[in-house]
């Protein structure tokens, strides 16, 4: 009991281009966490090469496995860093050759994906022992259990916990670097559904009863709208564990759809910006009532929701109105366009 009043974890996830682009001022973050600490760590792979492996699967083109390559033997270049990559580089390179050995391609897709995590953690992980610190990297496949969704799995909770002690044991004397976005069904590897890093954090967040988890990446946090589209979205300080829950499923691109749910009521997520180590966004039970605008795409549409201000009256149809968000349908083309006037109508009379 006095051990859970005094816990220290802390879940911190970096996402691609913090590893990719920003990696000294990642492994700057993690040691300083580590003082007065117990923190995991959760990568995602570098920027561009979950994207990259995907065309790699369908196309099978060397050349895409020579570039998935090249960057990361670049970057370990770069860091000056001795690790070897030969025994992944000839296992993807197997894998490519044998899809047959699947039970389908989402299964065969998955273990592909699978490469951009585990080399992220391998080289992530040398670095801090170069700098110092203990620290293990960890491929959640002997982890985290999910269901059979292969290119969308979801965590079976239970399952999961039952392995968790694993990370319990490291944490005694290591930091563990763990994959994120990767998962296990009876012995095959499944994704998350992208972005799922997120959900990997929450849930071992969830199992370590941490007392926070950190979401770094190239933004301070959650916008008031996607502010690569809107440009005069603010941050919202303050987001309560269901504004985010409605949010993310919503479409909100900051938090994976799922992430919220094992941690509601429970661990805070904080965000941040890992290059100059701004923290913009707290997940709690407090909220800034600020609406969130999201959007997701679908084909030729894109539904719209403003979550948090479901009374505005907007001229488009209305697919949905619930208690805390309304939502309505516009064509893509006229989305960039729908989210800056609906940004300035729900900010000008709120
Ligand atoms: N690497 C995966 C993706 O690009 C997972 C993640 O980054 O969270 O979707
Ligand atoms: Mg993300």
Redesign the pocket.
Same mark, same amino acid.
């Given at each position: 009991m006095i051990y859970k009043l005094f816990n220290n974890r802390i879940v911190v996830k970096f996402? !691609?281009s913090s590893v990719r682009f920003s990696f000294r001022e990642t492994l700057e973050l993690v040691k300083s966490l580590c003082e007065g600490n117990k923190v995991v760590v959760v990568l995602?792979?570098l920027k561009g090469?979950?994207?990259l492996l995907l065309d790699l699967s369908k196309s099978k083109n060397p050349e895409l496995l020579e570039k998935f390559e090249e960057i990361h033997l670049e970057l370990i270049e770069r860091l000056g860093i001795d690790v070897n990559l030969e025994s992944e580089f000839k296992e993807l390179e197997f894998i490519i050759k044998n899809e047959k050995l699947f039970p389908s391609i989402d299964a065969y897709v998955s273990h592909v @994906?699978s490469f !951009?995590?585990r080399l992220s953690v391998k080289i992530f992980s040398r670095s801090l022992e170069d700098h110092g610190i203990n620290a293990t990297a960890v491929d959640a496949f002997y982890l985290i259990k999910t269901n059979e969704d292969f290119s969308n799995a979801k965590v079976d909770l239970e399952k999961t916990g039952k392995n968790i002690w694993v990370i319990e044991e490291l944490l005694k004397d290591s930091v563990p670097i763990v994959t +994120?976005?990767l998962g296990n069904f009876n012995g095959f590897r499944t994704? @998350?559904g992208? +972005? +799922?890093?997120?959900y990997t954090a929450s849930v071992l967040g969830r199992l370590l009863n941490a007392r926070a988890i950190l979401i770094m990446s190239d933004v301070e946090g959650i916008y008031t709208a996607d502010p690569r589209i809107v440009k005069d979205a603010k941050i919202v300080p303050f987001i309560s564990y269901h504004e985010a829950l409605i949010a993310s499923r919503l479409g909100m691109k900051a938090l994976?759809e799922r992430a919220v749910e094992p941690i509601v009521g429970r661990v805070p997520i904080i965000f941040g910006k890992t290059s100059n180590r701004k923290l913009g966004s707290l997940v709690s039970h407090v909220s800034s009532k600020m609406p969130i605008i999201t959007h997701k795409i679908s084909e030729e549409m894109a539904k719209i929701s403003i979550v948090g201000s479901p009374n505005v009256d907007v001229r488009w149809p209305i697919a949905e109105r619930a208690d805390n968000y309304v939502a309505f349908l516009v064509t893509r083309d006229e989305l960039e366009n729908a989210l800056n006037e609906l940004h300035e109508v729900v900010f000008n009379e709120s």
């Open positions: 996402g !691609g995602s792979a090469v979950t994207d @994906l !951009g995590e +994120g976005f994704t @998350l992208r +972005g +799922g890093s997120d994976h």
